[in-house]
């Protein structure tokens, strides 16, 4: 009898493994996990004041405002750094890094389609570059609607701080932003 049941629990077990099949690869298809958002130092002609506000137990919004104090335009630099979570721990720096030119256009590039959507959750007059000097607030933008950022689509599963800067000719930094995220497997649960 006892045998019989074992039988019965071994087959049940990999009938339903088959279906559910889920690799444990390194790197795949991913969904973020927004962990934090905050200012870095700066010279804050840039300033945001950004935070996260649970609406619900499965909805997360972005809210709160940026302060131009200059126009945001092609004249400034943007430069991007991805820092991973090491696997014993500290941030390393440098897995992604782009700088470019035209900060406005190249940040509208790397949004991508989420570009239009901040724009319009900040009511922002002109979606296109520059924008132009004054404080722009949000009631709130469902973290599902920034899921659809121009950045590679399969990447390596874990922790990230990504640390975007604005700067003038003199390097100065004039906004700095840090957003920390997590890739997880698309059917993994946010922990």
Same mark, same amino acid.
């Given at each position: 009898?006892?045998?019989? %049941? ?31 958002? @905050? ?13 996260? +506000?649970?609406? +619900? ?10 302060t131009y104090l200059l ?25 992604? %890094? @782009? ?54 689509? %399969?990447?390596f599963y874990g922790k990230?701080k990504v640390t975007y ?12 932003? %840090? ?13």
């Amino acid at each position: 009898m006892i045998m019989k %049941v074992f039988v019965v629990i071994a087959f049940l077990s990999l009938s339903n493994s088959k279906s559910n099949f889920m690799p444990n690869l390194p790197l795949g298809e991913y969904r973020i996990v927004f962990e934090k958002f @905050y200012s870095c130092e700066s010279t804050n002609v840039f300033q945001n004041n950004l935070y996260f +506000s649970k609406k +619900s137990l499965s909805e997360t919004e972005l809210k709160g405002n940026y302060t131009y104090l200059l126009p945001l335009d092609d004249t400034y630099t943007f430069d991007l750094n991805v820092a991973s979570w090491g696997s014993i721990g500290g941030w390393k720096p440098n897995s992604i %890094v @782009y700088i470019a030119k035209n900060a406005c256009s190249s940040f509208k590039k790397v949004l991508g389609n989420v570009w239009y959507t901040i724009i319009k959750a900040f009511n922002v007059t002109s979606n296109n570059c520059p924008i132009q000097a004054g404080t722009y607030m949000t009631k709130g933008i469902d973290l599902k609607e920034l899921d659809n950022l121009n950045m590679p689509k %399969v990447y390596f599963y874990g922790k990230y701080k990504v640390t975007y800067k604005i700067r003038n000719e003199e390097k100065d930094v004039l906004g700095c932003i %840090v957003l920390e995220i997590t890739l997880i497997r698309p059917w993994e649960k946010p922990f």
